[in-house]
T-cell receptor, first 116, second 114 residues
Framework: DTGVSQDPRHKITKRGQNVTFRCDPI?????LYWYRQTLGQGPEFLTY????????KSRLLSDRFSAERPKGSFSTLEIQRTEQGDSAMYLC??????????????FGSGTRLTVV | AQSVTQLGSHVSVSEGALVLLRCNYS??????LFWYVQYPNQGLQLLLK??????LVKGINGFEAEFKKSETSFHLTKPSAHMSDAAEYFC????????????FGAGTRLAVHP
């Protein structure tokens, strides 16, 4: 088990282009989260999957953002028509089940997006 | 609503000195509290967490934190700083509504000087 993997690590794109990020969680983890971290700030919750079901979406997730977890394993986060304000580190995390003992999930190393 | 305030965006200590990073929280539900560390260009690593039980929590790398309900605080300490402790530290509280969502503070950057 190599932990939570994210790809790519860095992405530079021109404003208006679409980008897609991938997250591979720890294999036995059924819960998957996406967070966004801008410079000088803590991570902010974007969305949550339990298996393949997307159960919660933040208001931060505008219509240009979409996330999927088609088979309850890896997840993708797509941003359409990127804007400079989308520049941030996008973090994926996973955890096994609910309850107090499973709080404090495992984060990936993130994908740093720069929109120019 | 849940929120976290980390007092001091930058803290600087000498190697071997006490590390104290402050965190205060607000929560409408019994709080679960966390400290994470982030090294440059890396994800977040869990240092320790408080959910229930003992209010003094020990974590990795010699860090510990004490949950004080009356003060709504969860400060992080380490008796003796090491150069390798230089990083950004985030305090977090569980969000409402289930799903294990976390609400993070803005972070404290710790610098350790020789």
């Amino acid at each position: 088990d190599t932990g939570v993997s994210q790809d790519p690590r860095h992405k530079i794109t021109k404003r208006g282009q679409n980008v897609t990020f991938r997250c591979d969680p720890i294999s036995e983890h059924n819960r998957l989260y996406w967070y966004r971290q801008t410079l000088g700030q803590g991570p902010e919750f974007l969305t949550y999957f339990q298996n393949e079901a997307q159960l919660e979406k933040s208001r931060l997730l505008s219509d240009r953002f979409s996330a999927e977890r088609p088979k309850g394993s890896f997840s993708t986060l797509e941003i359409q028509r990127t804007e400079q304000g989308d520049s941030a580190m996008y973090l994926c995390a996973s955890s096994l089940g609910g309850g107090a003992r499973n709080y404090g999930y495992t984060f990936g190393s993130g994908t740093r997006l720069t929109v120019v | 609503a849940q929120s976290v305030t980390q007092l001091g965006s930058h803290v600087s200590v000498s190697e071997g000195a006490l590390v104290l990073l402050r965190c205060n929280y607000s929560s409408s539900v019994p709080p679960y509290l966390f400290w994470y560390v982030q090294y440059p260009n890396q994800g977040l690593q869990l240092l320790l967490k408080y959910t229930t039980g003992a209010t003094l929590v020990k974590g990795i790398n010699g860090f510990e934190a004490e949950f004080k309900k009356s003060e709504t605080s969860f400060h992080l300490t380490k008796p003796s700083a090491h150069m390798s402790d230089a990083a950004e530290y985030f305090c977090a509280v569980r969000g409402s509504g289930g799903y294990n969502k976390l609400i993070f503070g803005a972070g404290t950057r710790l610098a350790v000087h020789p």
